[in-house]
């Protein structure tokens, strides 16, 4: 059973997703505007800097907005940024009841935009739907409590755990179905990573291809030593992100000037175990408002990520075949737990099918800490 207000905050929800990846470091919010249960207005924040969420949907609205309810994905701001505070805006217009799905973690927002609302004699409940909520902007609340990016490991395998043959043959292990999701993810990650192996093997694009209306996010390579080839597909398919190698100063400086050359950015960081240390890379891309980052393998570079504790979500793709053999390529390589007990272990975790496959996903990150209580 649907309770009152949660089909409209869905919508709310929904509009909010098409802002996903577009919006960093702002969040992606999409707003309702509504007389009862007809709609009179919607929008949301397509891209930093343009209007909010709840601007668009007023003025959509127009004078239809007087004495209206306004369901909003996340509590409306109270602050000047690039944009004039939306709580100001929501109450110029006549809106009778706010309701909102999260709480603001932003510190300069944290319950003063429900405060501002209610001073002005607006009723306001917030809550409404929140843990879909939550979800859905768990890169920005990640980003706001930590100044780290929301970071999801994901892996194509076989059911035992295989993601390439003896000879290294992975194309294509999982079906198109589960390929189209994993473009949908590109489309709403702010960058995607994978390592040197993965582009030496398979040469992949890194793209959004076949998602309408998709955009890249930036492409970043895991490559200690600079191994990239110059004329990587990589790097010279067109693209509207930029491609970006992350290496050490292990790395002999021609390959760089070369990989510079051909269009690709390089940044040197810090090394640890003979690789690159992914704690600096998370702060960097967290450093330059990266909400919502996509590590897609291989399995030494899934491994040093779960080593290193960076990874807040895991998505396995499983396919109906089994490969087998000493000699194949594990989906998370490295030396693994020692104990079942020392094994890292997933929260709220769903399985659902795929076309052919099947899909795991779950947590490792404490919910408390993508999770904004109004408590």
């Not at 209206?68 to 996340?74: E, K, Q, R």
């Not at 059911?159 to 079906?175: F, H, Q, V």
């Not at 030496?200 to 890249?216: I, K, S």
């Not at 291989?298 to 040093?304: I, N, P, S, W």
Request: glycine share 12%.
């Amino acid at each position: 059973m649907i309770r009152p207000h949660e089909h409209l905050m869905r919508r709310a929800l929904e509009l909010a997703a098409l802002g996903l990846g577009r919006t960093s470091p702002n969040p992606a919010v999409g707003a309702v505007v509504a007389h009862g249960n007809a709609i009179v207005g919607e929008g949301y924040h397509r891209r930093a800097g343009e209007p909010h969420a709840e601007r668009v949907a007023l003025a959509n609205a127009g004078e239809a907005a007087r004495c209206a309810d306004i369901y909003v994905s996340l509590e409306p701001c109270c602050h000047h940024g690039r944009t004039p505070p939306c709580t100001e805006a929501i109450i110029e217009a006549g809106i009778s009841r706010v309701f909102y799905s999260v709480s603001d973690p932003d510190p300069r927002c944290a319950g003063g935009g429900e405060a501002a609302l209610q001073a002005a004699g607006l009723e306001v409940r917030g809550g409404v739907l929140e843990e879909d909520g939550c979800r859905l902007l768990g890169g920005y609340i990640r980003h706001r409590r930590s100044g780290l990016p929301l970071v999801t490991c994901k892996l194509a395998m076989s059911l035992d755990g295989r993601i390439a043959t003896r000879t290294g043959d992975s194309r294509w292990i999982t079906s198109e179905a589960s390929r189209r999701i994993v473009h949908e993810l590109r489309n709403h990650s702010d960058a995607v990573i994978v390592g040197v192996g993965t582009v030496l093997a398979d040469d992949p694009a890194l793209t959004t291809r076949g998602v309408p209306g998709g955009r890249d996010a930036l492409r970043v390579i895991m490559d200690s030593s600079g191994r990239t080839p110059p004329d990587a597909q990589v790097i010279r398919e067109e693209s509207n992100a930029r491609c970006m190698i992350v290496c050490t100063d292990a790395a002999p400086p021609e390959n760089l000037r070369a990989l510079e050359a051909a269009g690709a950015e390089v940044l040197v960081l810090p090394e640890t175990d003979d690789r690159v240390d992914l704690r600096a890379l998370t702060q960097e891309l967290g450093r330059r408002g990266a909400l919502n980052v996509l590590i897609e393998g291989g399995g030494e570079l899934a491994a040093g990520a779960l080593e290193a504790g960076v990874v807040d979500r895991v998505l396995l793709f499983y396919a109906p075949i089994i490969i087998g053999g000493t000699e194949t390529v594990p989906g998370v390589a490295g030396t693994g737990a020692a104990t079942v007990a020392q094994a890292l272990r997933l929260r709220d975790v769903t399985v659902r099918s795929v076309g052919p496959d099947m899909l795991a996903e779950g947590y490792l990150t404490p919910k408390a800490e993508l999770r904004c209580s109004r408590d």
